[in-house]
């Protein structure tokens, strides 16, 4: 071969591996190129992904999970999406919490009840579904077992005679009623239910708000003086509510009671009984607030010689409150009696 062919054939050679490493720097480029160019929407969308697969994972992370309950240790495998509470008392409780659906019983029929009340009405709104299983002490199971919940929250007093049944349409957990002081102490209540639904954050958040609310009401009331008592208020009756069952008022809220025995656990009261008391604030929690047309006792009591004389009424310091919000057991009815209790006396 010639010297010219040789150098041209070492020149082609030369070409040759500068294209190919050219190719190849090339190649090498778009690939690192590629991830840079994606990685920004790549991470996002994954984080996003990431983010929601936690909080799924979080929620998943919280069933199956085992309860102690009056019937034993109640495990619920997985989280509740349709839950009936049929003790009449725990129905304020469940309505705290977020779930699609929720069945209650009702201390009366569902015309008496509170649930369209004001103060309710955000509580029942949150949830897609409301359906009434109960009237007081009285399940309705047909209803009960039409409405196929996922979990079921019975009281081992009041529901004792159905807890058998019970057990047969779902996973059932029985509250010990005087273990959680059901009638006096309702953030254990809601407490437990946060237990049960896995939901003790939305639990322990909606108890200290409660509780700095009284905390407030408490030191702006700390001026107050006189005695308060506290009456329910029915069309043929009159019942003092007793300390014992008004502890967010007078030891939460610092109120003073009227002396006297029957002040402690209360009793059905005539007029005479009341001028006993005398209390110098007097509250009346009318059974009728949202109905009038059903009457009340006190109504009689008007013209009558001994009511004008009772101190309350002398000083203008009788107070209209509803009483099956604010004389009720649960959260909701006693949150509102807190703010109008502390309304009416500030």
């Known amino acids: 071969m010639s010297n010219r062919a040789k150098s041209f054939a ?60 009056a019937n034993g240790e109640i495990t619920i495998e997985k989280e509740p999406k ?31 009840s509170v649930l369209a009340t004001e103060s309710y009405k955000p509580y029942v709104d949150k949830h897609d579904e409301l359906v009434v299983v109960g009237e007081n002490t009285q399940v309705n199971m047909e209803a009960l077992l039409a ?8 009281g081992n007093s009041v529901n004792q005679a159905v807890g058998g049944e019970l057990e047969k349409i779902a996973p059932t957990v029985v509250i010990d009623e005087a ?14 239910f946060g237990e049960i639904l896995g939901q003790e954050d939305a639990a322990q958040s909606y108890i200290a708000e409660y509780e700095n ?40 809220m610092g109120l003073t009671p009227p ?39 006190t109504d009689e009591w008007d013209d009558s010689a001994v009511w004008k004389s009772l101190k309350a009424v002398q000083s203008g310091q009788v107070y209209a409150i509803d009483g099956q919000l604010a004389l009720s057991y649960g959260p909701i009815g006693n949150s509102y009696g807190v703010q109008a209790v502390l309304e009416a006396l500030e």
């Open 259 to 297: 002396a006297g025995d029957v002040m402690a656990e209360g009793a059905q009261l005539t007029l005479e009984g009341l001028s006993e008391l005398d209390a110098d604030h007097l509250f009346l929690g009318y059974f009728n607030y949202s109905d009038q047309s059903v009457g009340a006792l």
């Open 147 to 154: 409405y196929a919940p996922d979990l079921i929250i019975a």
């Open 82 to 112: 349709k839950v009936a509470v049929v003790h009449w008392g725990y129905g304020d409780s469940l309505l705290l919490f977020d779930l699609p659906s929720v069945a209650l019983a009702l201390p009366f029929t569902e015309k008496q």
């Open 179 to 192: 273990e959680t002081d059901v009638w006096a102490n309702w953030p254990a209540l809601v407490a437990k």
């Open 213 to 252: 609310k009284l905390k407030t009401a408490k030191e702006k009331l700390a001026g107050l003086e006189g005695t308060v008592a506290f009456l329910q208020v029915r069309a043929d009756a009159v019942w003092l509510q007793g300390v014992d069952y008004l502890k967010p008022y007078y030891e939460g």
């Open 10 to 69: 070492a020149l082609m050679s030369l070409l040759c591996i500068m294209l190919l490493i050219s190719a190849c720097s090339g190649a090498a480029n778009t690939n690192n190129a590629a991830p840079g160019n994606s990685a920004a929407p790549s991470n996002d969308a994954g984080g996003q992904q990431t983010e929601g697969q936690d909080e799924e994972v979080a929620q998943t992370d919280k069933f199956p999970r085992t309860v102690k309950a």
